[in-house]
Antibody, heavy 121, light 108 residues
Framework: EVQLVESGGGLEQPGGSLRLSCAAS????????MSWVRQGPGKGLEWVSSIVPGGETYYADSVKGRFTISRDTSKNTLYLQMISLRADDTALYYCTKNFEESTTNMIFHYWGLGTRVTVSS | EVVLTQSPATLSLSPGDRATLSCRAS??????LAWYQQKPGQAPRLLIYDASNRAAGIPARFSGSGFGTDFTLTISSLEPEDFAVYYC??????????FGGGTKVDIK
């Protein structure tokens, strides 16, 4: 059974840093495209970042240069390192798994429950 | 960036009604459009991918259609559990991957 469990969220001051983790089970994370999608309070869904099976990484313009997506194959875990946090980064951050293995067809098949990030002084 | 515009923003219907949700893309996305359902306090769930393919476990009352710039999600007969927010998402031109603003289906 596929499971995605996010952690690492919390309250951080503007300019601060956080590292989100997504522990995956039931599949081999490195053979699937994985993404972070966020949802601000009362808002819609916003794609943040993806890493594809070959290891290439992609970012929304709003986070480029501040966020880094990575994965640890030995731990089957996805990460999102966030620095220079801003108030508009406040959101529930979801980890997602692609629909198909070994492709860059970005269809968000499985979702975790999310981890909440609040950026406020 | 492909902008997805969903309409209407809110759809007020009764159980048993037919729901028709629209998603329009600012440029052609071929058939590479997905639909998700999100209930309050829950993560989104994949319903439809590549315009018309139901994901595993999705009831047959959900169907998708369209190609290019105009797409439709139809719920043939609303069940109480279908009242939720629905989002479309394109994967043809990325980055960035983009979502529509959502359509809320609520009880009339």
């Amino acid at each position: 059974e596929v499971q995605l469990v996010e952690s690492g969220g919390g309250l951080e001051q503007p300019g601060g840093s956080l590292r989100l983790s997504c522990a995956a089970s039931g599949f081999t994370l490195s053979t699937y495209g994985m993404s972070w999608v966020r949802q601000g309070p009362g808002k819609g869904l916003e794609w943040v970042s993806s890493i594809v099976p070959g290891g290439e990484t992609y970012y929304a313009d709003s986070v480029k240069g501040r966020f880094t997506i990575s994965r640890d194959t030995s731990k089957n875990t996805l990460y999102l390192q966030m620095i220079s946090l801003r108030a508009d980064d406040t959101a529930l951050y979801y980890c997602t798994k692609n629909f198909e293995e070994s492709t860059t067809n970005m269809i968000f098949h499985y979702w975790g429950l999310g981890t909440r990030v609040t950026v406020s002084s | 960036e492909v902008v997805l515009t969903q309409s209407p923003a809110t759809l007020s219907l009764s159980p048993g009604d037919r729901a028709t949700l629209s998603c329009r893309a600012s440029q052609s996305v071929s058939r590479y459009l997905a639909w998700y359902q999100q209930k309050p306090g829950q993560a989104p769930r994949l319903l439809i991918y590549d315009a018309s393919n139901r994901a595993a476990g999705i009831p047959a009352r959900f169907s998708g259609s369209g190609f290019g710039t105009d797409f439709t999600l139809t719920i043939s007969s609303l069940e109480p559990e279908d009242f939720a927010v629905y989002y479309c998402q394109q994967r043809q031109h990325w980055p960035p991957l983009t979502f529509g603003g959502g359509t809320k289906v609520d009880i009339k």
